[in-house]
């Protein structure tokens, strides 16, 4: 499964960006896709989940730190997840990440662990300035 990103760049306290993550290769229905993020200063194993999706029914997990600000969606058609940021904030500044692993999509009742993550993309960089 290679993962591909598109998206990200600088905008302001407060405005909005849409990310997407393209997954080509052996695709199949219990998948699990979403994005991580990784602050400078932090090793890769410290990257925070931000949201996952199922694409088999579209169920998702978002972190408590992006609730009501980001949604993740999908695009069957196309192979492809979204994650809508609203409302973002200077904290929210980070390398953003397509994760992708096998269903189910969480293990022990977590689904945001990094190790538990098969596939990465290069990573797209969002920065909000105040």
């Known amino acids: 499964v290679q993962l591909a990103e598109s998206g990200g760049g600088s905008v302001q306290d407060g405005e909005s960006q849409r990310l997407s993550c393209e997954a080509s290769g052996f695709i199949y229905e219990s998948l699990c896709m979403g994005w991580f993020r990784q602050v400078p200063g932090k090793e890769r194993e410290e990257r925070e989940g931000v949201a996952m999706l199922y694409l088999g029914d579209g169920s998702s997990y978002t972190a408590d730190s992006v609730k009501g600000r980001f949604t993740i969606s999908q695009d069957n058609a196309k192979n492809t997840v979204h994650l809508q940021m609203n409302g973002l904030k200077p904290e929210d500044t980070a390398m953003y990440y397509c994760?992708?692993?096998?269903?189910?999509?969480?293990?022990?009742?977590?689904?945001?662990?990094?190790?538990?993550?098969?596939?990465w993309g290069q990573g797209t960089q969002v920065t909000v300035s105040s």
């Open positions: 994760a992708a692993k096998a269903a189910p999509c969480t293990h022990g009742g977590r689904w945001d662990r990094y190790f538990g993550v098969s596939y």
